[in-house]
């Protein structure tokens, strides 16, 4: 059964540790950064969108926490 994981457990895996930060940028520059749309080509356009919502998912997971630097 599927449970969801928290915020907490993103911005531990992709904020707090470094490998995770640059495993992201590479995310991000590969599927998010990036023009999505395919003139002509609905199918291809929607598969390069889903690539993009998952990152976008992943960003949006990990700006649900507040920073810590302005806690402290």
Known sequence: MYQPVD???YQSLFAR????QK??????ALFY???????EDPYHTAFLEGQ?????FVLQ???Q???EAQDE
């Open 7 to 9: 915020a907490q457990a």
């Open 17 to 20: 540790d470094t490998t995770g």
């Open 23 to 28: 495993v992201l940028e590479d995310l991000t």
């Open 33 to 39: 950064d990036i023009a999505s749309y395919t003139r």
């Open 52 to 56: 993009r919502s998952v990152v976008r």
């Open 61 to 63: 997971k990990l700006a």
């Open 65 to 67: 926490l507040p920073d």
